[in-house]
Nanobody
Framework: QGQRVASGGGTVQPGGSLKLSCAAS????????MGWFRQVPGKGREGVSC????????FYVDSVTGRFNISMDSTRTTLYLEMSSLKPEDTATYYC??????????????????WGQGTQVTVSS
C-alpha cells in the first residue's frame, strides 16, 4: 500500500467543525480495521476512533464520543473523520492507520511504524 496521506485539517474556533480525509494514492485501505490517531508535540500518539471494514462497526474513545464520526467511502480508498463541537484539547496532528481496540483504547498494531503524513487541527479562539 502507498503512503497514507491525511488532509482536511485547519484552524477553527471552539465549537467548530472539520472533516478529515485519508487516502493511500487511490489504493484500497485493506486492513481489517482502520482508525484515526492524534498526537500533540511531546506526547504519545492517541487513538480516537476505529472502524471495522467488514461490517462498519465503529468505536470511539470517551473524549470524542458524540462529537466525531468515522466512515469509509464505498470504494474503501478513503477514510473520513467528521469532527464537530471541537474543543481546544482536540488540537493535534491527526493520522490514519490500521487499528485495534484493546481494553477500551484504540491502538495501532504492535511494531507499526508507517504513519504517513498527518494533518494539523488547531482549535483556538
Amino acid at each position: 500500500q502507498g503512503q497514507r496521506v491525511a488532509s482536511g485539517g485547519g484552524t477553527v474556533q471552539p465549537g467548530g467543525s472539520l472533516k478529515l480525509s485519508c487516502a493511500a494514492s487511490g489504493q484500497p485501505l485493506n486492513f481489517p480495521r482502520m482508525g484515526w490517531f492524534r498526537q500533540v508535540p511531546g506526547k504519545g500518539r492517541e487513538g480516537v476512533s476505529c472502524l471495522r471494514r467488514a461490517d462498519g462497526d465503529t468505536f470511539y474513545v470517551d473524549s470524542v464520543t458524540g462529537r466525531f464520526n468515522i466512515s469509509m467511502d464505498s470504494t474503501r480508498t478513503t477514510l473520513y473523520l467528521e469532527m464537530s463541537s471541537l474543543k481546544p484539547e482536540d488540537t493535534a496532528t491527526y493520522y490514519c492507520a490500521p487499528c485495534q481496540v484493546l481494553g477500551g483504547q484504540v491502538r495501532a498494531p504492535a511494531d507499526f511504524g508507517a504513519w504517513g503524513q498527518g494533518t494539523q487541527v488547531t482549535v483556538s479562539s
